[in-house]
């Protein structure tokens, strides 16, 4: 690995050595992620990067899933900006240092309109805006709280069809007691009757979702 190589890997030595912040290679990326090639390639996997930066896992793992949108809806653009969202709805992280937060956001957004072909007003940018705010959480993964000291709580988007989507949030602390359901009698229970959902917001079109940039 070449000295350009390592530094792009690393901000500052300050920063590994407060915050273990050192950046996974690209190739690393993409090997671990065909460890679980199907996974990483369904658009409706739900997938959270608790120490995410600014994106080296999250990104590949957006592309991959707009490579199927492509190849399963590519030939109907309604279908296709519906199931490019909806990917990048299944998409989650959290990061503890803002400007990381911020630059995953932006890597992110900058696939996400490029796959469109969509400038950054376009009403589908801004909609991704607004997802991208909500999934991506600048907060404490250990202690499961947003920097203000709340508890994170994760959206669940749901596409139901014909240009329509579904929010409903979870806490994230509730959300990883699963494991702990497992072997005891709650294991039994549907998830429904195990986790409910902070809030429950009405049925949303892209336009709504848009609209509700910076106010979610
Ligand atoms: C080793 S880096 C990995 C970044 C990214 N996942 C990658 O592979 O390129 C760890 C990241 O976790 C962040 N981090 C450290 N402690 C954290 C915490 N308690 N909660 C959330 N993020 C944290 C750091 O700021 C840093 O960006």
Known sequence: MSLNEVERLVKSKQR??????????????????????QESERIDSRVLEPACGSGNF????????????????GKSDFEKRHYALFALMCTYGIELL???ALECRDNLASLF????????????????????????????????????GQPIAFPEWGYLGKGKFQ?????YDNLTQRASYEGTLFGQLDEEDLF?????????????????????
């Open 98 to 100: 803002a400007d990381n």
């Open 113 to 148: 309109n490029a796959f469109l072909g969509i400038k950054d007003d376009d009403e589908w940018a801004l909609a991704a805006h607004t997802v991208l705010e909500a999934n991506i959480v600048e907060g404490d993964a250990l202690e499961m709280t947003f920097s203000n």
């Open 196 to 216: 409910v959902p902070s809030r429950t917001y009405p049925t949303m079109t892209v336009h709504q979702i848009a609209e509700n940039v910076g106010q979610i």
């Open 167 to 171: 929010r409903r949030d979870f806490r």
């Open 16 to 37: 590994v050595a407060d915050h273990g912040e050192v950046f996974t290679p690209a190739w690393m990326v993409e090997n671990m992620l065909d460890l679980v090639k």
């Open 58 to 73: 999250l990104v590949p793992i957006l592309a991959r899933k707009l490579a199927t949108v492509q190849f399963r809806h």
